[in-house]
């Protein structure tokens, strides 16, 4: 009787899933704020956490160490990388000229009624379910407001350079929000003008009050 054979590729698609399943947690785990710049973790404890063997979260640490998330200490564990005041102000530069012109294309376009009415809808979700504020996911929406805007310029390259930008994004929000609770009602305060303005077809006004929240977002970063 011939020997018994597993199914081709069977062991590597396991070993692929619990790495991919280790690279979301840890990923998700700095993106929120959770772990926070300047944390060292461990294999071990990231194997307990997820339910995997070690070995995929190594190959999950070398992922995130790939895209500057994490720098690698043998037989230590591996340090979560703080945000520095370079990638603050180089992302927040960038998201100036891709959300200024987005809103001046809209309005140019005559779709800035629609655009100020998908905006107030987002906004309406930090309330819509009575849930305590949280920094998640007060951040996931900050990010669909302003990718909404960027996406109603219609311009796909801009969207994807855009959307290359989410994690990054996403990581500086939380980290401000859990640091400065404040900023909350800073924020949807900052939001709703920007929204009217879009409304009202006033571009030059609109551009500068988006000028103004991300620099007030840069300084709220910038202290911590």
């Given at each position: 009787?011939?020997?018994?054979?597993?199914?081709?590729?069977?062991?590597?698609e396991h070993r692929?899933s619990?790495?991919?399943?280790?690279?979301?947690?840890?990923?998700r785990?700095?993106?929120?704020?959770?772990?926070?710049?300047?944390?060292?973790?461990?294999e071990?404890?990231?194997?307990?956490?997820?339910?995997?063997?070690?070995?995929?979260v190594?190959e999950?640490?070398?992922?995130?160490?790939a895209?500057?998330?994490?720098?690698?200490?043998?037989k230590?564990?591996?340090l979560?990388v703080?945000?520095?005041?370079?990638?603050?102000?180089?992302v927040?530069?960038?998201?100036?000229?891709l959300?200024?012109?987005?809103?001046?294309?809209?309005?140019?376009?005559g779709r800035?009624h629609?655009?100020?009415?998908?905006?107030r809808?987002?906004?309406?979700k930090?309330?819509?379910?009575g849930s305590?504020r949280?920094?998640a996911?007060s951040?996931?929406?900050?990010?669909?407001?302003?990718?909404?805007?960027?996406?109603?310029?219609?311009n796909?390259?801009?969207?994807?350079?855009?959307?290359?930008?989410?994690?990054?994004q996403?990581?500086m929000?939380a980290a401000?929000?859990l640091?400065?609770p404040?900023?909350y009602?800073?924020?949807?305060?900052?939001?709703?003008?920007?929204?009217?303005l879009?409304?009202?077809?006033?571009?030059d006004?609109?551009?500068?009050?988006?000028a103004?929240?991300?620099?007030?977002?840069k300084a709220?970063?910038a202290?911590?």
């Amino acid at each position: 009787m011939p020997p018994r054979t597993q199914p081709v590729g069977s062991a590597d698609e396991h070993r692929y899933s619990a790495a991919d399943r280790a690279y979301a947690f840890v990923k998700r785990q700095i993106v929120s704020g959770e772990y926070d710049g300047g944390t060292l973790i461990s294999e071990g404890e990231v194997s307990a956490a997820v339910g995997v063997s070690r070995t995929p979260v190594r190959e999950a640490f070398l992922r995130l160490a790939a895209e500057g998330m994490l720098r690698l200490f043998p037989k230590r564990g591996a340090l979560v990388v703080p945000v520095s005041a370079d990638e603050i102000r180089e992302v927040l530069d960038a998201r100036l000229v891709l959300e200024e012109h987005a809103a001046r294309s809209a309005i140019s376009a005559g779709r800035h009624h629609e655009l100020a009415a998908e905006l107030r809808a987002i906004l309406a979700k930090h309330d819509d379910d009575g849930s305590p504020r949280d920094a998640a996911r007060s951040t996931e929406i900050d990010q669909q407001f302003h990718g909404t805007i960027v996406g109603a310029a219609g311009n796909r390259l801009l969207t994807g350079f855009y959307a290359a930008l989410r994690d990054r994004q996403l990581r500086m929000g939380a980290a401000a929000l859990l640091r400065a609770p404040s900023r909350y009602d800073a924020i949807l305060g900052e939001h709703a003008a920007i929204a009217d303005l879009i409304d009202r077809g006033d571009a030059d006004a609109a551009a500068s009050e988006l000028a103004r929240h991300l620099a007030a977002t840069k300084a709220a970063l910038a202290s911590l």
